[in-house]
């Protein structure tokens, strides 16, 4: 039987980022370092099979630091940690390596730095989300004040509505979080942020690749996992840029075939804790169903690199 043809449009960039390649190699380093088992304080990054994968080379991966024994090492995942958790790694006198991305660790800083200037701060983010939490616990309880909508920015009681600054969790959509940004400096003008928000290359890229090729999707395929932020964020933006089906999938067998029947062209992505192994077993999935053309869509070209930490270069 003749496969019938499809467009498959291949999103560039897409799947990992420097931060999520840097966490995986922190987590081999430290096993090669100082052998198995290597604790991992929540999944390193959010993805199945690269979790599975280290802990099939002895990460064993844990919620809390009180599951880890003091005398293996820990590692912290690419989300951050609210600032309590090292505190507690050292007062157990254990050794930690953290794996916050740099990009994460930078809002840090920028929430720490406001504070100090005696401005109370408000962050854009998802309600439980690890990062989140991470960067809400880099100052007492009750100085960071979580915002998700613009409706959330109406009910807002600050301290001082005239000493206010403001950070963003890296992974949010780029078009939501300028309605909350607006929605913030609308009510509070004096309110200082970061020069547009602290959303990162990363998700920004895939977000623009997405919308790019949307237009001329039947349906778009985000590879990711369901915990992911930026993956869900690339179905919205797919859905919101005009694709009628756009969804989450976290392997081939996740494939819905017959809510893609009839499809001439399909948009393929990736979030940025997927490896690209997961993305060419999906493209195969379509080889072996369709007569496929393949047209990159290239929107950006990425280069960033961020080196492990020096504890894992040096000899054990
Ligand atoms: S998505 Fe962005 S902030 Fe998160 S790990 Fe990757 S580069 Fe860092």
């Known amino acids: 039987m003749t496969k019938p043809p499809l467009t498959l449009h291949l999103a560039a960039p897409r799947g990992f980022c420097a931060g999520v390649d840097r966490a995986i190699k922190i987590v081999e380093m430290a096993l090669e370092k100082w052998g198995a088992p290597v604790y991992v304080r929540h999944e390193i990054v959010h993805n199945r099979y690269v979790v599975d994968g280290l802990r099939a080379k002895g990460a064993v991966f844990v919620e809390e630091l009180d599951e880890c ?25 254990m050794v930690y390596v953290d794996a916050t991305c740099p990009l994460v ?20 983010g998802h309600a439980g989300h690890p990062e989140t939490v991470g ?26 509505p005239g000493r206010l600054a403001f950070v963003t969790q890296t992974t949010l959509s780029v078009d939501d979080t300028a309605e909350v940004v607006g929605a913030l400096k609308a009510r509070f003008p004096a309110i200082v942020g970061p020069h547009k928000e602290d959303i990162c290359y990363a998700t920004t890229n895939r977000q623009e690749a997405v919308k790019a090729m949307a237009p001329d999707c039947d349906a778009i395929l985000v590879v990711g996992a369901p915990n992911s932020s930026n993956s869900k964020r690339l179905v919205e933006v797919g859905a919101r840029a005009g694709c009628p089906y756009a969804q989450l999938v976290q392997r081939a067998g996740d494939i819905d075939w017959r809510a893609l029947d009839g499809i001439k062209s399909v948009g393929i992505t990736a979030g940025a804790s997927a490896p690209e192994v997961l993305i060419e077993e999906v493209i195969d999935a379509f080889r ?27 000899p054990a």
């Open 288 to 314: 072996d169903r369709y007569q496929v053309t393949v047209r990159p869509v290239v929107t950006a070209e990425e280069n960033v690199e961020f080196k492990v930490p020096r504890v894992l270069r040096e």
């Open 105 to 124: 660790s930078k809002v840090h800083i920028e929430a720490a730095r406001h504070h100090e200037a005696g401005l109370q701060m408000v962050m854009i």
């Open 69 to 93: 024994p003091p005398a293996r090492p820990v590692i912290f995942s690419a989300h951050g940690v609210p600032k309590s958790v090292p505190q507690a790694a050292e007062a157990r006198e």
């Open 135 to 160: 960067t809400m616990g880099q100052l007492p309880a009750g100085e960071v004040l979580l915002v998700e909508t613009p409706e959330d920015v109406a009910t807002l009681e600050p301290r001082d």
